[in-house]
């Protein structure tokens, strides 16, 4: 939350700083991320932190769509229209592609510059930037891209390229990276430099294998990027899969732009944006002749000095109210950097995908409270949403499930695809399974019965989830309710454990005499 309410705030800060520093010249910028966190990236889509490194795709075994991307959270001055003068940029940044799943690949990431912090593009071969209508609408869209499917639909030159893109995954140009000595799918940090010098519109690319730059770069072309520069844009990366488990992570990152000059301000030190300050303003350096210095001095001061104090103000006023709101946000207990891979859902989006809660929606009543069948209006999408009590109980309960199973990823355990906050209301979204409950396939479907392969395949696949969840996991969980109205079928009546509301962190969940945050609910057989 504390990241949303950044975002919104950065349009008031940007206008207040214009109003008051109107006659300022542009300014070179620089920054250097050796670790990301929420002061200094808006995530979007299934994008996530961990380990101080970011996830921009769902990390699963199981072959999926997924799309996210992280923007760096202050715009950067490409263009000064004053004088008429667009910025040379460079960028540094290392990066990994992994695969469970060597047969299940595609599709690649980008690194990209474009007009707002809220781009979030389509799947596939769209890379999570782009979509449908992004030529169409001209939105400027500046990225290069690391390509890790042959998609003849976007004119791909291989399953292992890199590639400009202006508006469009139709590359302007590609470079196939095999002969070169780069493998992107090889799992390995592979770090990349892109240079581009806007008084020759000259773009360089090099990538290598560590983290010394290579004498020759794997791709450059002559083009003008000035008549796609607008005068404040945002810089960030991109990633997309579709029906396939591939990871994308950038571990670092450093930025600067150059080529703005400004009169009687060092031109050597940039405006700087650090992990420890977002804004550092360069020296004057008093030169002349020793009878004008102090004059000089002055003026300097004259200008700066407000503008300066009511910058600093700003800046305080703007970091107080980010910071209560994180605060708010960490007492509710739910942080952001929680939930690694589901994503936040919109309280509009889930009433309008169950007909406002209607009751011809409603599959299943537990526990925890009413599930719903939710089909999402744009993408067609079906979900299952769990609905609260708004008990008491209810709400730890929400936390204890999503704290637990979003960290959670095996093939027989319901996936969760995101939650909701909004309303007052305690939301979980899950995949939707078609076949229901065990119970239901077993006793009150009898023109269906489940073969004995089926039910050998649901005995098998829940001692798989269960080894999982006592010996496959960082940290050791207890289900503690398992029966057969917590077990999903799928499509093709694969058992899906669900229902974590009971669960634990702890291998002492099952004792009943040593459970000390609560009396232990579900009966004996059942923990598990």
């Keep these: 939350m504390g990241s949303h309410v950044r975002s919104s705030l950065f349009p008031l800060f940007l206008l207040l700083t214009s109003l008051l520093s109107t006659q300022a010249p542009a300014k070179n910028t620089s920054f250097d991320f050796t670790s990301f966190s929420f002061l200094n990236l808006t995530l979007l889509g299934d994008s996530y932190l961990r380990n101080r490194s970011v996830g921009l795709t769902r990390e699963t075994i199981v072959p999926s769509s997924s799309s996210g991307t992280a923007i760096c959270n202050l715009p950067i001055q490409f263009y000064d229209p004053r004088e008429n003068i667009s910025a040379s940029f460079s960028t540094k940044f290392s990066f990994s592609i992994t695969n469970p799943n060597p047969e299940s690949y595609g599709d690649g990431l980008t690194f990209f510059m474009s007009p707002g912090n809220g781009t979030l593009g389509s799947t596939g071969g769209y890379l999570g930037l782009f979509n449908s209508i992004s030529a169409i609408n001209n939105v400027s869209i500046i990225s290069i891209e690391f390509d890790t499917r042959l998609d003849a639909g976007f004119n791909d030159s291989s399953d292992n390229h890199v590639g400009f893109d202006i508006n469009s995954p139709i590359s302007v140009k590609a470079e196939d990276l095999s002969p070169h000595g780069i493998e992107l799918k090889s799992g390995n940090l592979i770090t990349a430099w892109i240079d581009y010098h806007n008084d020759e519109s000259m773009l360089k690319i090099w990538l290598g294998n560590s983290s010394d730059k290579p004498e020759n ?81 002055s003026l300097s001061l004259a200008i700066i000095g407000p503008v300066a104090l009511s910058t600093a103000f700003v800046m305080f006023v703007w970091i107080s109210v980010t910071k209560w709101m994180e605060l708010k946000a960490s007492k509710e207990g739910l942080k952001s950097d929680l939930l690694k891979g589901p994503r936040k859902f919109r309280y509009r989006e889930l009433s309008s995908a169950t007909r406002g809660f209607h009751r011809s929606r409603i599959v299943g009543n537990g526990a925890f409270g009413m599930v719903y069948k939710a089909v999402h209006p744009g993408s067609g999408i079906t979900y299952a949403v769990k609905r609260s009590k708004q008990a008491q109980q209810s709400q730890k309960e929400f936390i204890a499930e999503l704290s637990i199973i979003a960290c959670l990823r095996h093939k027989n355990l319901v996936q969760l695809e995101g939650w909701c906050t909004e309303k007052d209301e305690l939301l979980l979204v899950y995949e939707f399974m078609p076949n229901g409950s065990l119970d239901k396939a077993l006793y009150c479907r009898p023109e269906s019965m489940l073969k004995w392969s089926q039910r050998y395949n649901v005995a098998t696949g829940i001692a798989s989830v269960l080894t ?12 503690r309710d398992i029966k057969t109205s917590n077990i999903m079928l799928d499509a093709n009546f694969n058992p899906r454990l669900g229902d974590f509301g009971l669960a634990r962190l702890h291998p002492e969940a099952c004792n009943e005499k040593g459970s000390s945050d609560s009396q232990l609910r579900g009966r004996a057989h059942s923990c598990a």
């Design 217 to 297: 770069p794997v791709m450059f072309m002559k083009y003008d990027l000035s008549k796609h520069f607008l005068e404040y844009m945002y810089v960030g990366f991109s990633a997309a899969t579709e029906g396939s488990t591939e990871v994308h992570t950038i571990e670092g990152w450093s930025f600067q732009t150059f080529g703005f000059t400004t009169p009687n301000l060092s031109s050597h030190v940039p405006y700087n944006m650090s992990d420890s300050s977002w804004s550092k303003i360069p020296t004057i350096p008093v030169t002349g002749p020793q009878g004008s210095s102090h004059k000089k001095l």
């Design 468 to 479: 999982y969840l006592h010996q496959g996991c960082e940290q050791q969980v207890i289900h």
